[in-house]
């Protein structure tokens, strides 16, 4: 796992910087940054942040974890759905080419996204970042067979490498 050091330490920071710089790492779950704010002191790298972080998701209880996996939005959404999308999820998609699907490929991401909704009652989740809309299409329709407990899982495993990336995007 590449690392850099941050740009600003964290240890200097208010919560309200902190916040404001790392709050939106997680998909509308602010919390996540509020619990690695604890242990800020010890943070100088996207690699130590990014393990605070997962940190306190790990430590969070199930229903917590299962309101951060409904903050995600479904891949492919219809046009009305984008307005509700954060920036970082428009850039992310549409770096994956999801926003050039052909008719049959969004018909297909559209059919995937209800059926595995109905299954495992949250939304399907990927980091994106490196594949295409092929590789998104393959995984779906191999994930959407997983057993729930492993499908959970494997969902905030994909939540945390999409934090990962986030924050080494970061200036």
């Not at 790392?22 to 690699?47: F, K, L, M």
């Not at 770096?95 to 995937?112: I, R």
Request: proline share 6%.
């Amino acid at each position: 796992m590449d690392d850099k050091p941050l740009t600003k330490k964290p240890a200097d920071l208010t919560i309200g910087e902190f916040l404001r710089i790392y709050g939106g790492i997680y998909e509308h779950s602010p919390w996540i940054a509020e619990g690695a704010y604890a242990v800020r002191a010890n943070v100088t790298t996207v690699v130590a942040l990014h393990t605070a972080m997962k940190m306190a998701v790990a430590n969070a209880p199930r229903d917590k974890k299962l309101t951060l996996i409904m903050a995600h939005p479904d891949l492919a959404c219809a046009p009305a759905e984008v307005s509700k999308l954060t920036q970082s999820s428009v850039s992310e998609q549409k770096g994956a080419g999801l926003n050039q699907c052909t008719p049959e490929e969004f018909a297909e991401f559209q059919k995937l996204n209800a059926d595995y909704k109905k299954k495992f009652g949250f939304p399907f989740i990927i980091a994106v970042k490196g594949l295409n809309r092929l590789d998104i299409l393959q995984a779906f329709r191999k994930r959407i067979n997983n057993a729930p407990e492993d499908e959970f899982n494997t969902a905030l495993g994909q939540i945390d490498r999409i934090a990962y990336f986030r924050l080494m995007a970061l200036p």
